[in-house]
Nanobody
Framework: QVRLVESGGGSVQAGGSLRLSCQGS????????MGWFRQAPGKEREFVAAINWRGADTYYLDSVKGRFTISRDNAENMVYLQMNSLEPEDTAVYYC??????????WGEGTLVSVST
């Protein structure tokens, strides 16, 4: 089982940057593919970015490519989402996600990102 705790959300003006962090717990953290999802008010949760267990492969929502970067540190059980050139459309609650075919799927509680014009 994995417990995920996000941090780093906040309020920022358009064009600014934030770095989200996700602290994972559990012995097999490095076995999980990790991802970030977001849910804006009145909308469904959507995929933002993902990284495989080794950190060798990354995947992004088209609208964040070139602006967001996902990374992980398996020694520290951490996953990061560096967000640059933020836009008001990026405003949402951001959730950390862990996926394993062996151990299942887990979610954090989320952290709020608010981008103003």
């Amino acid at each position: 089982q994995v417990r995920l705790v996000e941090s780093g959300g906040g309020s920022v003006q358009a064009g600014g940057s934030l770095r989200l962090s996700c602290q994972g717990s559990g012995r097999f953290f490095k076995s999980y593919a990790m991802g970030w999802f977001r849910q804006a008010p009145g909308k469904e949760r959507e995929f933002v970015a993902a990284i495989n267990w080794r950190g060798a492969d990354t995947y992004y929502l088209d609208s964040v490519k070139g602006r967001f970067t996902i990374s992980r540190d398996n020694a520290e059980n951490m996953v990061y989402l560096q967000m640059n050139s933020l836009e008001p459309e990026d405003t949402a609650v951001y959730y950390c996600n862990a996926r394993s075919t062996l151990f299942g799927i887990y979610w954090g509680e989320g952290t709020l990102v608010s981008v103003s014009t």
